[in-house]
């Protein structure tokens, strides 16, 4: 190996070494310090890998898919590198790799399967030259940090420069933005949903992209699931969605299945997770694997046995109580964890929502104005209402201008403080709890030092 790599990749392991000796746990730090001493580091290991690379991006759903993918990839004996959840800039996609290197030959990984953020892309896409290309959907997320969609959407496009010859794209058809990424002539195999009747209630959808990438005349829906995401079409230069190769049939949620027609065979899968957006990250997932020739019968297996990660949809126990969390982080995302709360909930629960304004939750939160609390506030009952977080007084005014009645709340900064009182008080029941992503780390943390959750699965 080139001696630059080599010592590259000593001093990234030297590196994790200490952050992990100093509490630290991981972080992209290792990969950092590669990148200075190598800036070839993520070249040079991406051509190692026999298969190649897979890159999973877009706003939401990433994660869970990734997830999803990657369990089918470890039930067929593979060992698999991947990036954990929220690493996904061009310094967490290096530290995977050098930490990952070396071993005997049967340990290495063949292939990477890496949640790529949307700004990375371009730059991840340049070094590894990946084999597969996956893109769920393009919400507005964050926008003080990536500015417009239609920049997103360039950024991407770049990075599908860079897809090897034999390489393939895997689009939601159901999002224009992304349905258009097939523009760029590459193969592309297209997902989405057909089924009849499941358009989503009106009232709560935001409106984001919905003009014509085209020509940018609005679009006309015949169906929409939820946001932009549905069946459109130009009525000015007649571009519409793709026919998807692998679509959600139908799906029944008492019976926890859904079906989907993958290249004309329709066959059933579990679906565990709840919310239209966790069927969209069932299809991505199967989606991808068709482009990985994973088998479906592995596919079907591993589904069943899936989890997603913490804080995302997800349900434990602590104790006797259920403990419900599901990340917030856009508008849209928001809007559909309300909508599977208010489908999931029992009679008796408390809703708590912590808000955080740190780099990774995004510094503006104006966000919390778009999403439709008007429209969910008569539809949720909790016995409590929990709002915290170093911007719970913003939370608060604004569920007060959705119709949240003085004193009904309980207003807290302190996470602890206020996760220990809405314990304390919800007995047996159901807490739901919708953290932003740095919210979410520090509740994991409290529910780790309390002791009333073990283990999380990292992702
Ligand atoms: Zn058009």
């Known amino acids: 190996m080139n001696p630059r790599a080599a010592s590259a990749i000593l001093a990234a392991r030297a590196t994790a070494w200490l952050s992990r000796l100093s509490g630290r746990g991981a972080s992209s730090l290792p990969g950092l310090v590669a990148r200075r001493i190598d ?21 939401n759903g990433k994660t869970t898919t990734a997830a999803m993918v990657r369990q089918m990839l470890e039930s067929l004996g593979e060992v698999t590198l991947s990036n954990p959840a929220g690493a996904n800039l061009i310094v967490g996609l290096t530290a995977a790799f050098v930490q990952r290197r070396g071993g005997r030959r049967q340990d290495r990984p063949r292939r990477a399967l890496l949640e790529t ?30 500015g417009e969609l239609s920049t997103t959407v360039r950024l991407v496009t770049e990075g599908i420069a860079f897809l090897r010859p ?55 829906y015949e169906t929409r699931y939820y946001a932009h995401l549905g069946h459109y079409r130009c009525p000015r230069c007649s ?25 004309g065979e329709v066959r059933a899968f579990a679906w565990l997770a709840p919310g239209l957006y966790n069927l969209y990250n069932e299809v991505a997932a199967v989606a991808t694997a068709c482009a990985l020739d994973i088998p479906l019968e592995v596919a ?22 259920r403990l419900w969390l599901a990340l917030v982080k856009n508008p849209v995302g928001f809007n559909q964890v309300l909508a599977a709360v208010a489908e999931d909930a029992d009679e008796s629960y408390a809703m708590m929502v912590v808000i955080n304004d740190r780099y990774a939750d995004g510094r503006d939160v104006s966000w919390l104005w778009d999403v439709d609390f008007e429209h969910w506030m008569p539809r949720l009952s909790p016995q409590h209402w929990y709002i915290s977080g170093l911007r719970a007084h913003d939370m608060a ?4 201008y959705a119709g949240l009645l003085d004193g009904s709340a309980r207003v807290e900064e302190s996470i602890a403080i206020s996760l220990d009182r ?21 509740v994991r943390q409290l529910l780790s030092q309390r002791g009333l959750v073990r283990h999380f699965r990292e992702g």
Request: glycine residues 6%.
């Open 422 to 442: 809405a314990l304390k008080d919800v007995g047996t029941d159901t807490l739901y709890v919708l953290p932003t992503y740095t919210a979410m780390l520090e």
């Open 300 to 321: 079907q297996a591993s589904l069943a046995k899936f989890r997603p990660a913490f804080g995302r949809m997800e349900m434990v126990m602590a104790g006797r109580k």
């Open 39 to 59: 800036p070839l580091i993520l070249t040079r290991l991406g051509q190692e890998l026999d298969w190649g690379s897979v890159l999973m991006t877009g706003t």
């Open 397 to 400: 005014v604004r569920l007060k």
């Open 166 to 220: 034999d390489g393939m794209l895997v689009l939601n058809a159901d999002d224009p933005q992304v349905a258009s990424l097939g523009a760029t002539g590459r193969p592309a195999l297209y997902y989405g949903v057909e089924a009849e009747g499941a358009m989503s209630p009106q009232g709560y959808d935001t409106v984001d992209a919905r003009a014509c990438p085209q020509c940018n005349a609005p679009l006309i």
């Open 117 to 146: 953020d949307e700004a990375t892309m371009p730059k991840a896409s340049r070094e590894l030259k990946p084999r597969v290309i996956t893109v769920t959907n393009f919400f507005r997320d964050q926008l003080d940090r990536y």
């Open 239 to 263: 571009w519409s969605r793709p026919k998807p190769d692998i679509a959600v049939q139908r799906w029944d949620r008492a019976q926890q299945k859904v079906w989907i027609r993958v290249r």
